[in-house]
């Protein structure tokens, strides 16, 4: 069965970072596309980032382009997420979850992520 589990997430002051870790079990990460992802109170989840299997493309959204640096170590079966430059509103759980397409790019089907781990909570604040 996959499994993903996030960790690294806590409590930063504005401008500071925190790097996120998406380990997998049951399965390895080397086939699939690997995305995270946020969610606020009220609001939906949403596609932050996300890396393809081999880990030569990658895509970010608009709010965090320029800051936050997906990357994959298939050999210890981790994504991990470095966030620079931490804003109060990158505040929520963040969550990273799978998908089994091999495609080059990956920013077109953040919908068909799945295998959720249970998300970490990023609280920026002062």
């Known amino acids: 069965q996959l499994q993903l589990v996030e960790s690294g997430g806590g409590l930063v002051q504005p401008g500071g970072s925190l790097r996120l870790s998406c380990a997998a079990s049951?399965?390895?990460?080397?086939?699939?596309?690997i995305g995270w992802f946020r969610q606020v109170p009220g609001m939906e989840r949403e596609g932050i980032s996300c890396?393809?299997?081999?880990?030569?493309?990658?895509h970010y959204t608009d709010p965090v382009k320029g800051r936050f640096t997906i990357s994959r170590d298939n050999a210890k079966n981790t994504v991990y997420l470095q966030m620079n430059s931490l804003k109060p509103e990158d505040s929520g759980v963040y969550y990273c979850?799978?998908?089994?397409?091999?495609?080059?790019?990956?920013?077109?089907?953040?919908?068909?992520?799945?295998?959720w781990g249970q998300g970490t909570q990023v609280t920026v604040s002062s």
């Open positions: 049951g399965f390895t990460l080397d086939y699939y596309a």
């Open positions: 979850a799978a998908d089994a397409k091999t495609y080059f790019y990956c920013a077109g089907f953040y919908n068909d992520f799945g295998s």
């Open positions: 890396i393809n299997h081999k880990g030569d493309s990658t």
